[in-house]
């Protein structure tokens, strides 16, 4: 890994991690929608009263306030140059080991398990679609914005749920009665169904909230991937619920977006169920991996 530059100082307070502990158990066997998450609650229920509840809540006040129109466009200038360090996909992969999403109310595993497990489910019910087993693997490299090469940005600048700017925030987005403190929810130029877009305008033209999503989405399309317009959709969307999971937005989408919906709908219940406990043998699936990412990615990515 070669780091080309020093970072540019945001003024953000860097937020405190959860260290991942590790887990013992170690299970062999197939993908089956499990009911419970890790915490023997429903997936993605930030109501329950669980131990990670009350930071989860705190995390989207500040994402809701602080993710407006203006911020998302200084960001994606910013990281847009991709001038902060030159890894592989599989370095990637490996520089993410220590960090923990306390956005996510149903893991507190290292990403890189969430990663193979992703990958891995979607590798045995999807067999041929060995871009989408990629896909999996590398949805959430994004993540590593929150490590000091990049910055060290704030949880609530990198991961959770994400929504378009520049127009109304949807009601069905988590804890939407937050908005409120955002500037732009009084702002008439935002604040409207359509704000700054049109109907049918598609999603390329829409400003989503900053997150992991939209940079690797710019990571990998910087670096020419090779890989299929529907894995940029999942790995740009692949956190917009509002979209995917609440049908909200549909007046923005346009036909592409449509196609490619259904590959990320597909996608999103391996990347949701497959959190778990399992454990996968990392050496052991590697040299498949490696292999993708020769095939749909140079040696070296600029990030
Ligand atoms: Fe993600
Ligand atoms: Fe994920």
Redesign the pocket.
């Known amino acids: 890994m070669t780091i080309l530059i020093e970072q540019p100082h945001f003024g953000f307070k860097v937020d405190e991690k959860i260290p991942g502990d590790k887990k013992e158990l170690v299970l062999d066997g197939g993908f089956v929608v499990p009911q419970t998450n890790a915490f023997g609650q429903t997936f993605r229920d930030y109501d329950a009263e669980g131990e990670r509840q009350p930071g989860v809540e705190s995390f989207y006040r500040i994402n809701h306030i602080c993710q407006t129109y203006d911020f998302v466009k200084r960001m994606r200038e910013e990281y847009g140059k991709l001038n902060r360090v030159e890894m592989s996909i599989w370095e990637c992969c490996e520089l993410l080991n220590n960090v923990v999403?306390e956005s996510?109310p149903d893991l507190d595993e290292p990403q890189i398990e969430h990663l193979l497990q992703t990958a891995e489910a979607i590798r045995k019910d999807y067999p041929n679609e060995d871009w989408l087993h990629l896909t999996g693997l590398i949805?959430?490299l994004?993540?590593v914005l929150l490590h000091p090469i990049f910055g060290e940005l704030p949880q609530w600048a990198v991961?959770g749920d994400t929504f378009p700017v520049g127009c109304a925030f949807d009601e069905s987005i988590v804890h939407h009665k937050y908005f409120k403190e955002n500037p732009d929810y009084n702002n008439p130029v935002y604040n409207t169904k359509y704000g700054v877009y049109s109907e049918g305008c598609g999603l390329n033209n829409v400003m989503m909230s900053w997150?992991?999503?939209d940079y690797m989405y710019l990571v990998a399309k910087e670096n020419k991937t090779t890989l299929p317009s529907a894995a940029l959709f999942i790995i740009r969307y692949?956190?917009f619920y509002a979209l995917h999971r609440s049908g909200a937005y549909r007046h923005l989408i346009n036909e592409e977006d449509k196609e490619n919906l259904k590959w990320l709908q597909i996608f999103n219940k391996y990347?949701l169920y497959s959190k778990s406990k399992v454990q996968i043998d990392v050496e052991k699936v590697k040299p498949y991996y490696t292999s993708l990412i020769e095939k749909y990615f140079p040696a070296k990515l600029k990030w």
């Open positions: 999403d996510d949805h959430d994004g993540k991961v997150g992991h999503d692949h956190s990347d």
